[in-house]
């Protein structure tokens, strides 16, 4: 079992960074990948973001990339989210995810089926 808690959201103004931080305990040596979702009211869950721990490559949502970064401290069992020039459609509740031994192996590295550990989420706001 792995556990995860969300911290950092909050309310920026457009233009505005936020670094999300999830903090990671149980059992993390068969974590195979982290990421990064958001649901906002009334729309889909997306995938935002997400880093696979042999090798670190990474992945973004065309939505976020160019602007926000996904990274992992394996040594501090933390994994970030830092995102730039926030913008309204931004809003929504952020949830760190990580998968592992039972989670399905194959498929996009955004879909949720890939992760079977999920945190409580954390809010962010971005007004105009």
């Known amino acids: 079992q792995v556990h995860l808690v969300e911290s950092g959201g909050g309310s920026v103004q457009a233009g505005g960074s936020l670094r999300l931080s999830c903090t990671i305990s149980g059992i993390t040596d068969t974590t195979a990948r982290m990421a990064w979702f958001r649901q906002a009211p009334g729309k889909e869950r997306e995938g935002v973001a997400a880093?696979?721990?042999?090798?670190?490559?990474?992945y973004y949502a065309d939505s976020v990339k160019g602007r926000s970064t996904i990274s992992r401290d394996n040594a501090q069992n933390m994994a970030y989210l830092q995102m730039n020039s926030l913008n309204p459609e931004d809003t929504a509740m952020y949830y760190c995810?990580?998968?592992?031994?039972?989670?399905?192996?194959?498929?996009?590295?955004?879909?949720?089926?890939?992760?079977?550990?999920w945190g409580q989420g954390t809010q962010v706001t971005v007004s105009s």
């Open positions: 880093i696979y721990t042999g090798g670190g490559s990474t």
């Open positions: 995810a990580a998968g592992s031994v039972g989670a399905a192996w194959y498929g996009h590295p955004l879909q949720p089926k890939l992760y079977n550990s």
